[in-house]
Protein backbone atom coordinates (compact mmCIF):
# COMPACT_ATOMS: atom_id res chain seq x y z
CA UNK A 1 0.00 0.00 0.00
CA UNK A 2 1.33 3.81 -0.56
CA UNK A 3 1.89 5.75 2.71
CA UNK A 4 1.96 9.02 2.87
CA UNK A 5 3.40 10.38 5.82
CA UNK A 6 2.83 13.45 7.31
CA UNK A 7 5.20 15.09 10.11
CA UNK A 8 2.53 16.60 12.00
CA UNK A 9 -1.06 16.05 13.05
CA UNK A 10 -1.38 18.61 14.89
CA UNK A 11 0.82 21.72 14.70
CA UNK A 12 0.04 25.25 16.57
CA UNK A 13 2.35 28.52 15.53
CA UNK A 14 2.44 32.00 16.24
CA UNK A 15 1.41 34.64 13.82
CA UNK A 16 4.54 35.65 11.89
CA UNK A 17 6.28 32.51 12.37
CA UNK A 18 7.25 30.67 9.29
CA UNK A 19 5.76 27.21 9.38
CA UNK A 20 7.34 24.29 7.99
CA UNK A 21 4.67 21.16 6.73
CA UNK A 22 6.67 17.73 5.79
CA UNK A 23 5.22 15.13 3.35
CA UNK A 24 6.97 11.86 2.57
CA UNK A 25 5.90 9.11 0.63
CA UNK A 26 7.19 5.45 -0.09
CA UNK A 27 6.09 4.56 -3.68
CA UNK A 28 8.34 6.86 -6.01
CA UNK A 29 5.11 8.80 -7.68
CA UNK A 30 6.16 11.70 -9.49
CA UNK A 31 3.17 13.72 -8.72
CA UNK A 32 2.71 15.38 -5.14
CA UNK A 33 0.17 18.08 -3.81
CA UNK A 34 -0.83 20.19 -1.40
CA UNK A 35 -3.98 21.06 -0.29
CA UNK A 36 -6.08 23.02 2.14
CA UNK A 37 -9.13 21.87 3.84
CA UNK A 38 -11.91 24.07 4.73
CA UNK A 39 -15.41 23.31 6.05
CA UNK A 40 -17.55 24.73 3.18
CA UNK A 41 -14.98 24.68 0.75
CA UNK A 42 -13.74 21.01 -0.09
CA UNK A 43 -9.83 20.83 -1.03
CA UNK A 44 -8.09 23.84 -2.32
CA UNK A 45 -5.08 23.00 -4.11
CA UNK A 46 -1.86 25.11 -3.00
CA UNK A 47 1.01 23.92 -4.89
CA UNK A 48 1.94 20.73 -7.10
CA UNK A 49 4.79 19.23 -8.16
CA UNK A 50 5.54 16.78 -11.38
CA UNK A 51 9.37 16.59 -10.55
CA UNK A 52 12.36 16.77 -8.52
CA UNK A 53 12.80 20.83 -8.15
CA UNK A 54 9.75 21.63 -10.12
CA UNK A 55 6.73 23.13 -8.86
CA UNK A 56 3.26 24.97 -10.23
CA UNK A 57 0.88 26.85 -8.27
CA UNK A 58 -2.18 25.96 -7.38
CA UNK A 59 -5.64 28.00 -6.74
CA UNK A 60 -4.18 29.71 -3.80
CA UNK A 61 -0.53 29.63 -3.46
CA UNK A 62 -0.55 32.94 -1.86
CA UNK A 63 1.54 32.98 1.53
CA UNK A 64 2.91 30.07 0.59
CA UNK A 65 5.99 28.43 -1.41
CA UNK A 66 7.33 24.35 -1.59
CA UNK A 67 10.35 22.76 -2.05
CA UNK A 68 10.94 19.99 -3.83
CA UNK A 69 14.62 18.59 -3.29
CA UNK A 70 13.65 15.03 -3.47
CA UNK A 71 11.31 12.77 -5.05
CA UNK A 72 9.99 11.36 -2.18
CA UNK A 73 9.96 14.42 -0.37
CA UNK A 74 7.30 17.60 -1.05
CA UNK A 75 7.40 20.47 1.78
CA UNK A 76 4.87 23.07 2.27
CA UNK A 77 6.17 26.58 3.67
CA UNK A 78 4.22 29.45 5.18
CA UNK A 79 6.50 32.06 5.01
CA UNK A 80 4.83 34.45 8.01
CA UNK A 81 1.89 32.62 9.16
CA UNK A 82 -1.26 34.41 9.22
CA UNK A 83 -4.49 33.39 11.18
CA UNK A 84 -6.39 33.03 7.85
CA UNK A 85 -3.98 30.08 7.62
CA UNK A 86 -5.68 28.05 10.12
CA UNK A 87 -6.96 25.08 8.46
CA UNK A 88 -5.94 21.24 7.46
CA UNK A 89 -3.64 21.13 4.94
CA UNK A 90 -3.59 17.67 3.62
CA UNK A 91 -0.47 16.14 1.38
CA UNK A 92 -0.90 13.46 -1.58
CA UNK A 93 0.88 11.82 -4.05
CA UNK A 94 0.15 10.20 -7.26
CA UNK A 95 1.61 8.11 -10.27
CA UNK A 96 2.00 9.48 -13.36
CA UNK A 97 1.03 6.64 -15.64
CA UNK A 98 -0.26 7.79 -18.83
CA UNK A 99 -0.64 11.15 -19.19
CA UNK A 100 0.03 13.97 -16.26
CA UNK A 101 -1.91 13.46 -13.41
CA UNK A 102 -4.61 10.96 -14.16
CA UNK A 103 -3.79 8.18 -11.77
CA UNK A 104 -5.55 8.65 -8.15
CA UNK A 105 -4.09 10.46 -5.57
CA UNK A 106 -2.90 9.00 -2.11
CA UNK A 107 -3.56 11.51 1.00
CA UNK A 108 -1.36 11.79 4.31
CA UNK A 109 -3.98 11.84 7.56
CA UNK A 110 -3.56 15.80 7.41
CA UNK A 111 -1.74 18.73 9.76
CA UNK A 112 -4.16 20.59 11.63
CA UNK A 113 -2.87 23.57 11.61
CA UNK A 114 -4.31 26.42 14.65
CA UNK A 115 -1.97 30.23 13.90
CA UNK A 116 -2.73 31.85 17.21
CA UNK B 1 -15.90 27.75 -16.38
CA UNK B 2 -14.83 24.30 -16.01
CA UNK B 3 -15.73 22.99 -12.01
CA UNK B 4 -17.42 20.11 -9.98
CA UNK B 5 -20.33 20.73 -7.83
CA UNK B 6 -21.66 18.54 -4.91
CA UNK B 7 -25.76 19.12 -4.76
CA UNK B 8 -26.69 18.92 -0.24
CA UNK B 9 -23.54 19.21 2.12
CA UNK B 10 -25.06 17.03 4.61
CA UNK B 11 -27.51 14.24 3.73
CA UNK B 12 -28.95 12.47 6.38
CA UNK B 13 -30.16 8.90 5.90
CA UNK B 14 -31.16 5.68 8.17
CA UNK B 15 -29.95 2.63 8.76
CA UNK B 16 -30.73 0.08 5.41
CA UNK B 17 -31.62 3.01 3.54
CA UNK B 18 -30.54 4.08 0.35
CA UNK B 19 -27.70 6.13 -0.33
CA UNK B 20 -27.71 8.79 -3.10
CA UNK B 21 -24.98 11.90 -3.11
CA UNK B 22 -24.64 13.67 -6.08
CA UNK B 23 -22.15 14.62 -8.21
CA UNK B 24 -21.78 17.35 -11.50
CA UNK B 25 -19.16 18.22 -13.45
CA UNK B 26 -18.32 20.54 -16.52
CA UNK B 27 -15.71 19.77 -18.45
CA UNK B 28 -14.59 20.40 -21.98
CA UNK B 29 -12.96 17.13 -22.42
CA UNK B 30 -13.56 13.62 -21.53
CA UNK B 31 -13.30 13.32 -17.64
CA UNK B 32 -11.58 11.23 -15.24
CA UNK B 33 -13.94 11.01 -12.46
CA UNK B 34 -13.10 10.21 -8.59
CA UNK B 35 -15.23 9.91 -5.39
CA UNK B 36 -13.32 9.83 -2.01
CA UNK B 37 -14.11 9.03 1.52
CA UNK B 38 -13.02 11.02 4.58
CA UNK B 39 -13.56 9.36 8.10
CA UNK B 40 -13.23 11.97 11.07
CA UNK B 41 -9.77 13.03 11.65
CA UNK B 42 -8.18 11.08 8.72
CA UNK B 43 -6.98 11.37 5.16
CA UNK B 44 -8.85 11.18 1.93
CA UNK B 45 -9.60 7.65 1.10
CA UNK B 46 -10.64 6.32 -2.85
CA UNK B 47 -13.97 4.54 -2.88
CA UNK B 48 -13.82 4.57 -6.75
CA UNK B 49 -12.38 6.36 -9.99
CA UNK B 50 -14.41 6.35 -13.40
CA UNK B 51 -12.07 6.24 -16.47
CA UNK B 52 -13.91 5.66 -19.30
CA UNK B 53 -13.73 2.03 -19.22
CA UNK B 54 -17.48 1.38 -18.21
CA UNK B 55 -19.80 3.54 -17.36
CA UNK B 56 -21.03 1.57 -13.71
CA UNK B 57 -18.26 1.68 -11.52
CA UNK B 58 -17.81 -0.44 -8.30
CA UNK B 59 -16.11 0.93 -5.77
CA UNK B 60 -15.39 -0.37 -1.91
CA UNK B 61 -17.62 -0.76 1.12
CA UNK B 62 -19.95 -1.49 -1.74
CA UNK B 63 -20.81 1.95 -3.08
CA UNK B 64 -20.89 2.36 -7.08
CA UNK B 65 -21.39 5.48 -9.57
CA UNK B 66 -22.95 5.79 -12.61
CA UNK B 67 -21.22 7.98 -15.38
CA UNK B 68 -24.15 9.82 -17.31
CA UNK B 69 -22.43 11.94 -20.21
CA UNK B 70 -25.59 13.42 -21.07
CA UNK B 71 -26.67 14.89 -17.43
CA UNK B 72 -22.68 15.34 -16.50
CA UNK B 73 -23.44 13.14 -13.14
CA UNK B 74 -21.64 10.92 -11.48
CA UNK B 75 -23.50 10.11 -8.61
CA UNK B 76 -22.64 7.97 -5.91
CA UNK B 77 -24.89 5.09 -4.47
CA UNK B 78 -24.87 2.32 -1.82
CA UNK B 79 -28.12 0.37 -1.97
CA UNK B 80 -28.19 -0.01 2.01
CA UNK B 81 -26.74 1.99 4.30
CA UNK B 82 -24.74 1.07 7.66
CA UNK B 83 -23.76 3.23 10.67
CA UNK B 84 -19.92 2.60 9.82
CA UNK B 85 -20.81 4.58 6.51
CA UNK B 86 -21.18 7.95 8.38
CA UNK B 87 -17.84 10.51 6.56
CA UNK B 88 -17.51 13.03 4.52
CA UNK B 89 -17.58 12.52 0.79
CA UNK B 90 -16.04 14.06 -1.40
CA UNK B 91 -16.37 14.06 -5.80
CA UNK B 92 -13.46 15.05 -7.83
CA UNK B 93 -12.72 15.13 -11.34
CA UNK B 94 -9.56 15.87 -13.44
CA UNK B 95 -10.22 19.80 -15.06
CA UNK B 96 -7.95 21.15 -18.04
CA UNK B 97 -6.27 23.78 -16.24
CA UNK B 98 -3.56 25.50 -17.82
CA UNK B 99 -1.16 23.03 -19.47
CA UNK B 100 -2.42 20.12 -17.89
CA UNK B 101 -5.31 18.66 -15.88
CA UNK B 102 -5.17 18.83 -12.25
CA UNK B 103 -7.87 17.17 -9.63
CA UNK B 104 -10.57 19.21 -8.79
CA UNK B 105 -12.70 18.75 -5.54
CA UNK B 106 -16.46 19.06 -4.70
CA UNK B 107 -17.27 20.87 -1.43
CA UNK B 108 -17.96 17.92 -0.21
CA UNK B 109 -21.08 15.48 1.15
CA UNK B 110 -21.19 15.09 5.26
CA UNK B 111 -23.05 11.93 5.04
CA UNK B 112 -25.07 11.22 8.70
CA UNK B 113 -26.59 7.71 9.22
CA UNK B 114 -29.50 7.55 11.70
CA UNK B 115 -30.21 4.14 13.39
Known amino acids: DVKVTQSSRYLVKRTGEKVFLECVQD?????MFWYRQDPGLGLRLIYF???????EKGDIPEGYSVSREKKERFSLILESASTNQTSMYLC???????????????FGNGTRLTVT | AQSVTQLGSHVSVSEGALVLLRCNYS??????LFWYVQYPNQGLQLLLK??????LVKGINGFEAEFKKSETSFHLTKPSAHMSDAAEYFC?????????????FGSGTQLTVLP
Open chain 1, 92 to 106: ASSFSGTGRGFSPLH
Open chain 1, 27 to 31: MDHEN
Open chain 1, 49 to 55: SYDVKMK
Open chain 2, 27 to 32: SSVPPY
Open chain 2, 50 to 55: YTSAAT
Open chain 2, 92 to 104: AVFLLRGSARQLT
